[in-house]
């Protein structure tokens, strides 16, 4: 392939936050026809990078060559205008629109009035051009995800974008959805199209791309053909060093069973369903995985363990005695204890504004006897977490807003851990970490199997479940969809169970 | 573009006073052009405005005066605006504490001074409370908006006490003057140090709210609820109850506030005991940032401002709501003053290089 | 009581409240909370007023109104746009400087009557054919100019939001303004633009108090209407068209207690008063427990949009 005349060139890009530098002199090529990965970690610069191509940051420094001419972005306005089309990983629409007024949305060409008949058969020609499926008249409020990343694209495609990047756009997706998604980036091709594909999943990368580019630390790294390298070579350079990627799962004596979920059934505030009947049950000792979509129950699941959320029907029996009815500190008091990172990773579990020790005093404060708080235990509790878990902050009064994504669950997990659990329920603790951490959080989780504590965790990671569990439930619709054994499992058994299809080899919905 | 705006990593504290110490000049000067177009100088009325407010140790003691029920109103706001609960309703609360001490005033004229006054705070406080559960109980069972409830039971509490004035309350001896009777020597406060009582009461409610607010199991729940819902249920806090309990806290201190005015300053029920405290509150508990030291400082700031309001209104015929209009001035650029600590602006340069991109 | 004069005096009465009301749903749409409509309200109360006063000339007087009103809500734009300040103390401010602004600049005023050549200006206008239809025609077709101004500025309004390309940008600004921005709408002018106008709209809101309804110059002229409005917003969903309902209905709950007087129904005037408040009241409750996805705020409302914040 060709790089002397690139369709796209960005040279010596830089951008910085604050004291953050989050792109340093940056350089990327992209042909027609191409589509060319961009490997990093979280917190690498791909977003970064991203965003000031598509107009939504200025770059404090460094120039953009579309087909050789100098262009420069001040909005996304300007970046629609040269061809580029950016699919967020958070979609950018409006929930109460249809999927035809999120198209026109901001369009010029359509005259003053929103009901012309030019628009609807432009719509219709490009859905027939790229095969892409669309019901103009459908709410995005009752799309499935899916169906929202198709109008996603449809929409910059029909701002006649020929650059498409596309931030993360598998991490929502089931497997099968993946596979149509990837058949529909190659259609884009085709068209001549250029697509850039932002991931740190080294599988989708080796199956999607023509080249990769790897950046770290905000710095391009490399840039490779895809016949050339290999995952191995990839990773090392995306963290800098030779990492072993394996995660071990450790052998551990079957021990009894500490929590035995009996038909779990809760009603949210519609009074709908949304868990219908769980049964599952975990040992002491054993980590149980949970795969699902997002939306599943997995919240639900989490919240009505915790004491949190209104239990309809069902038992959930912990050592023996039934949590149904119990206030969340009585759980907590049990030894129970339950971390849930929201996508804002803020939004729950930890006050922004407060400081480490308000944040830890948080789930400790009502075992406190009278009317004040004693802070002082939390002080010292607060130093040895900062301590032990290699929290990088400038004090302990310091306000975790201004940590960084990785620090401030290394602050959650820290508090959970520190309080001795015997059940451990954890959704999506690795969210937005780079790969050491995460691997940090991986061995602590095994550190408290093998000290017997039964785990219940909760992740997006098909692969990580699979290596790091020892059985996984799938989740789908409020429903068990199977349990397997992780050591037999495989992504598209997973993937197939996530959309509600039985196969024939899971153990059952019920299985000790 | 050749400037950009840029989020400040940290600030000293000086630079943050710095910053605020501008917008009040800033504020000042906005309002001086104001005064000019009166054709009057600015920096005289100034002068003035402050021998209006401090002048004598009559006017000291009226300034005072002033300050304690915006004091004791802000004090209570605090804990509502901490759980970010937007009572604007501080008027009613405190015409609905002085509506139930005047109750007992009125009713049980010759019981023992210390007792008669104790009840009538128990009732003010009662009144402001239980008129404040009203929105918080529609908030904390289906989230209505408290904004704008809170602020109807302020007009609705100025017409009951207006109907109550000029119907079953009507004084039958104040030759058709629509006023209630005057209370009993036994219902006034006392004064200690030429003013009344209610400054000890609102330096005692300083210490309090402050020891509530920083150092209590109550207070640290609402902090958290003020800032995620979802934390706050996560630990296990009782949701409504938290909203019930603060708010009715919030209310009770506006009423005892309305209990203070009537019994002390009014010396009866009419709808002036609030007199504006309840929305001048507002102001001076949000340029405090809720902390109840700084409401100490900016409750006289403002008592001295309408003060001197009114006095300059007679030294120079200027309209007393010159003070309102500097009000909301000091209040616009400290609003605006919050930018500038928050976020910098720098010239666009190509950035030094370092480490680090998280 | 409820006779053909009752309802044409609710329509009158809900005139100001109708515009203050379409201003703010306006405001609104942008995703901006502005509570400083009874402070709008006032500004263009008292500068349609003063320049009425002055020059006699009504259309000079309407143009002044709008103008204050979007003075204010300039500062408001100012502070919560640009300069990223809390949206509900921004507006709370913006009602402080509004009343006192209105009164430092009425005070002269006080007592002053609206001259003849602005009040002969606001005659009722029978329309022709429309106001011979029974019942329908001396309620809806007998007013002034205003009034009818307000019918088209809601009809308008509702056409602007729901049918064309700059009211469909317009809303998703509200629901979402990263998704705007995206899609190449400038979010930022976008927001000065409505917010702006709204104020204007609150500004005739307030003129007509004391142009046309009192008309008169009183100290604090809108009495809460301003807040009344606010709560209209939340009692017509968002939807111009219903604002129009909820504006004349309060119109009337303002009036009824003044003609309940010399009527056989023996209560207080004071505690009939009470009426628009307690609706408001009551409407609220009853809006916020039953929820669903069309009929709520714009999602992004109370919430600054900053595109480079991470």
New interface residues.
Partial sequence: MSTENPYLKMEGL????????????VNLQVNKGEVHALLGEN???KSTLMNML?G???P??GSIFIGGNNVKF????DA??AGIG?I?Q????????TAK??I????KQ??????NKKMGQGIRELSQKYQLDIDPDK?V?DMSVGEKQTLEIF?VLYRGANILILDEPTAVLTPQETTKLFKIIKRMTEQDCAVIFISHKMSEVMEIADRITVL????TIATLDKDKTNPKELTDLMVGKSVDLSIKRIETPKEEIALEVKNLSVLNEEKVQVLKGLNFNIRSGEILGVAGIAGSGQKELCESI???YPVHEGEIIFKGENLVGK???EI?AKGVT?S?V?EDR?????????NIV?NL???Q??A?KG???NRKPAIAKAKEIVKRFDIQT?GIYHPIR?L???NIQKVLLGRELDSNPELLITAYPVRGLDINTCHKIYDLLNEEKKKGVAILFIAEDLDVLIELCDRIMVIWDGRVSGILDAEKATREEIGLLMVGEKSDKTEGAYAI | MLYRIEKRSDISKEKSIGIRALAILLALITSGAFIFLLKLNPIDVYLSMLDGAFGSPYRIRETIITAIPLLITSLGLAIAFKMQFWNIGGEGQILMGAFFASFIALNYPDIPKPILLTLMMIAGILGGGLWALIPAFFKAQWGTNETIVTLMLNYIALKWITFLQYGPWRDPDALGFPKVPNFSPNAILPKVFGVHIGWIIALILVVLVYIFMKHSKKGYEIAVLGESENTARYAGINIKKTILVSIFLSGSIAGLAGMIQASAVSKTLAVSVSGGMGFTAIITTWLAALNPIFILVSSILFAALIRSGSFIQTAFGIPSAAASIIQAMILFFFLGSHFFIKYRITRKTSAKIAQGGE | MLTISFFSAAIIAGTPLLFATLGEILTQKTGNLNLGVEGMMLMGAVMGFLVGFHSGNPFLALLAAMLAGAMGAGIYALLTISLRANQEVSGLALTTFGTGFSSFLGQSLVGQVTPKSISNFFNPIAIPGLSKIPVIGPIFFNHDVFVYFGYLTAILLGIYLYKTQKGLNLRAVGENPGAADAASINVTLYKYVHILLGGALCGLGGAYLSLVYVPAWQENITAGRGWIAVALVIFAVWNPYRALFGAYLFGGLDIIGFRIQGTSIQVSQYLIDMLPYLVTIIVLVFVSFKKSQEHSPPKGLGKPYFREER
């Avoid at chain 1, 001040?74 to 306005?77: C, G, R």
């Avoid at chain 1, 958070?90 to 629109?97: A, I, N, P, T």
């Fill in positions: 830089t951008k910085t936050f604050g004291k953050v530098i989050a792109n340093n002199n917190g690498a610069g598509s939504i940051y200025t404090d420094s001040s909005s996304p306005k629609i205008d950016m967020h958070h979609f950018k629409l409006v929930d109460v629109f007024e999120n026109i949305l901001g369009q359509g005259g003053f009035f929103t009901n709410k409020y929409k770290r630390k905000g710095q915790a004491g949190l206030k969340p500190a907590i339950m849930f929201p803020l939004g729950m579990g930890l006050v922004a504004s407060m308000d005093i948080l789930k404060y009502q406190q009317f004040l708080i400038p201004d960084s994504g990785g």
